[in-house]
């Protein structure tokens, strides 16, 4: 009887069930990457907003503080999106009649909210309070990026817990003197990891690795 | 004594099946017989497969969709005082009986998610009952009435006055003659006075009140006594000896949680100890406190009192009927026992009880010279003290008659609570203008005209006076949700400014100095303009606020109490030979007894359609969702009666009782009968408030009407029922064989006179585990733990539905919970010793230990549930996959699985009462008590802000929070200065089932007794 198949046919089976761990292994590492990338973490993606604001312009431009807009950054678990009425502080002066504001004017005259776009978005079973970040010296431009640098907002980091967990493991690192928190032109001294260290010991910074320190 | 533990096999039990020495191991083994339906059709194999595995797929790829986008909708002018996502509180009240508590609520950017006791009020003293936790889910009821409406037609709030006018018009000539007002009890100074002004526009106009919630007989008790209206309170902190003639003293009627509170201090190990006697007939959780319970018929209950009052030395009192020998052994060292505290004892009578028992009570502590030491007597409390009985027999002989044009029903349910035998609805119909303002669309409503939506408590102004007479300001925490009006708005409708709203009116009725039965707390200065809600004075004057009576309002509003309100304490002259003293009360005739009694957790029925207390089990029965006939178990056996316990999936969650039908005075009602331990035979409770036609979609067809048989002359108890099985049985949703005790050693007690010798229990048991030493517990800052107190608790589920409102618990159903599946995370068992018939009853709070080497832990397959540094049990719900190992190895069953998708996440008003810090969990999810670690990272993010640590107290559990005894502490084990730390430092500390050496964080101190030696032993109680 003749043999079914041919010799070389033992090579492709060879090859084939070698290849297929390297396919296994493949889609894995696509699995991985793709869960990273920008088209699920959103990072760098600006949204696109009901006004055209820029933070570039604010900041950089302006210099305004964060906490002008964000005033609860320092006492409350969200940083807060300014009324329409912090907007109207200045805006019912400069650029009182400009057409890209109308809806800011609508907004004040209406007393309806400006529906802003979410971009930093936790999932619903993850809690973050700003305050105490910003209270051990987590500077806004760690987690933010350079929002001074952004005429639309976009997100600078992942959000995914990994990327909390690393600071969370190692927050000399990341840390800054809690005078330089709201500092957007801070940069890490060459020496982070020596200050860091003296400043986990200074401000009391555990590192909060329990479950419960997000989830509840 | 020398241990904690007894040496013999258990002596506690917790169901009559253990107590009867039933074979546990065929109760545990029948795992999966169950009578109930299944959830799903029967589905075959193949189909089963094939949805499974496309389930499967399905579920993959939706694992991947990204977070859809969210909108962020800021304020366009914010509030100076609102920081999104930083909870406020407010001091308001709420009213039972028309008593005030106070309490405070918590709001999330203007949303009530939580209440509290205010610590400044003296009838909460920072507790609350379960009924002020619940009242968060009425506020959100989707089924409250939502539209003002006339004869089915909607109609705005404007036709309503207009409505009035044409009344007050055609009222005017007869002077009001037709028009009648029937309110609940009103202790609200402002409504009072609009009453008043409007009686005093229509002189020949009647004001009746009817409230089956508040204390009807103890004022006619009280009335018969002093002959005259008063009120009484009493101070438990100066009681060693307490007697209670069937009064449910600790769970019922305004200022309970205050002697509640006062009796778990006396009580404590360092307290001044309080002997307490009760003489009752349905087990309550004051009986279960009891040191000498003696369960008697309620018609005996007089006799008792009627002997007692004899002994000691009222005069002219007529003996009653003769008394069983357990009665009068239980008298004998009562008497002795009080007559050695004159001064320092309290003779309490119950609600259920005639006005002459109330009347001999106060007569003994007359007698006893208690007046003015641990009883108080003020000025009446009700604004217009009546006899609510003979108020509604007149009504309802008025409508019989036609003398009624036009009735006003100001909250309330009369058609629903009114006594059989008046026929409330049918003569209602004579009424040719029915108005009804309600909360719900009930059974008044459905036969009412105008039927006016009620503003909730938390939706308008008010004012009311607590249990002492300090008034409190009602302050809404919301607009009203479904255009609700208040009290003070419908009654508006009837003065000459209709339009008023709630807010001024009750703000100008202090403007003008308030009250008239009291020296005003505030004083109108002269020369301020004249009241402008005055009669004949419409001229619309816009104030002029005297900066006086803003602070005073201010100061009033934000503390919940208004200052120098409390009624003075009064003497009353000494109680002589009444007439109704030397009456001796007649033979009862033959036949069953029937109790009446409020529900303990839907009370009158008013909280008929509140999921949280329908499902909150009841007090010693553990029933959930049904009311049933309760008898003693030698009772039952006589009627030749079951009550069957059954499973499903080895969960004890029903229990079949036999349905029997109660003849009594040509009225019958059919129940399910359900044994209670304790329960004097020949006696039937039954609990009203169920039973209900017209009501939510949560309440209806829940239970039997125990009203349909009450009648005007025997409200608390009737006599010569007869009680025939029908054949049926019928399923009732009872959690008390629930995670069964299988002979373990549970519950401990020791008698006070043996603390000072009590060593506490050090030995260790081996163990696979590396056992930890407490420097190696000591990793963090803190390390949480919690001690609860067996002598203080009281049963009174408080703790339960605030850990519900607390973190988002959902209500399962009644089916659910005959599957065993109710969702709560603290239980409330209880455990009997001692013999059926009159056992000493304990209750036992079982949260989640947070165990140190904890059993769930190691068998997750996820890591959904890990230990954290400071000792917490953490339990991540994004993790969990719901494989339920981590439940199945907890010895403490305290581990809930979201079997089905419990939580409503569809009907948009509940979702405005979710606590925002929990997470709210969905199908297929583990979930357990988390010590509130919401709370404890806000305690701790706040402390770290302020750089420095958390202070002791700072950080209370939800269950904590509210617990009038004081009975839950918790707190830093590491701190050896808080108090938990000492608790559990005290010698009657106890680990649960302390030999599995899960070494738990929450540890029990053992109950105290404080027998009396003379009757320890006759009484079954082992000494």
Redesign the interface.
Known sequence: MPQIFHRSTNTIARVSIFGALFFVAGLLYLAYQIDRSP??T?VNVA?NQPIQFSHERHVAGNGIDCRYCHT?VE????A??????TCMNCHSQIFSNAPFLDSVRE??RS????????VH?L???A?F?H??HV??GVGCATCHGPVDKMPLMRKHSSLQMEWCLDCHRHPERYVRPRTEVFNMSYVAPANQLELGQKLVAEN?I?KM?????C?? | MSSLKPDNAPEFWRTLAEKDGANLGELVGDEFASRLPGTFDQVERRAFLKLMGASLALAGMAGCTRQPPEQILPYVRQPETIIPGKPLSYATAMTLGGRATGILVESHEGRPTKIEGNPSHPASLGATDVFAQAALLDLYDPDRMQTLSHVGEILPWSAFIGAMRTVMTSQHATKGAGLRILTETVCSPTLAAQIEDVLARFPAAVWHQWDPGSELNAAAGLRLAAGTDLSAHYNVENAAVIVCLDADFFSCGAGSLRYARQFARRRRPEGAGCRLYAAETTPTPTGAKADHRLPLKPSQVESLARALAVDLGVAGVGRGTALSADAQAWLTAVRADLAAHRGSSLVVAGEAQPAVVHALAHAMNAALGNAGRTVLYTDPIDARPVDHIQSIRDLAAAMAAGHVDTLLIIGGNPVYTAPADLRFAEQMSNVRLRAHLSLHANETSAISHWQIPEAHFLEAWSDARAFDGTVSIVQPLIAPLYGGRSAHEVLAALSDRPERTSYQIVREHWQDGGSTRQDPPYTPRPGVPPNVSRPGLARETRREVDPAFEAFWRRTVHDGVMANTTLPTRAIGPIGAIAAFSASPATPPGGIEIAFRNDPTVHDGRFNNNGWLQELPKPLTHLTWDNAVLVSPATMTRLNGTATPDFTGGERGQIHGSVVEIRYRGRAVRGAMFPVAGHPDDVATLHLGYGRTRTGHVGRDRGFNAGALRTSDALGFGTGAQIALTGDTFPLACVQYHHLMEGRDIIRAVPRAELAALKKEETEFPSIWPVLTDEQEKVADYKWGMSIDLNACNGCSACVVSCQAENNIPVVGKTEVMRGREMHWLRVDSYHQGEIENPKSYFQPVPCMHCETAPCEPVCPVGATVHSSEGLNDMVYNRCVGTRYCSNNCPYKVRRFNFLQYQDWNTPSLMLGRNPDVTVRSRGVMEKCTYCVQRISAGRIQSEREGRTIQDGEVKTACQAVCPTEAIVFGNLNDPNSRVSKLQAEQRDYALLRELNTRPRTTYLAAITEMNPDLATKNGHKP
């Open positions: 088209w699920v959103q949204r609860t006492t409350a678990a969200f807060g999106i300014p009324p329409t009425k907004s004040f007393d309806r909210s400006i529906a802003w776009t979410r978005d999932p619903d079973f809690y309070d305050s105490i209270a051990k009391r555990r690795m329990d479950c419960n320190t989830h509840r």
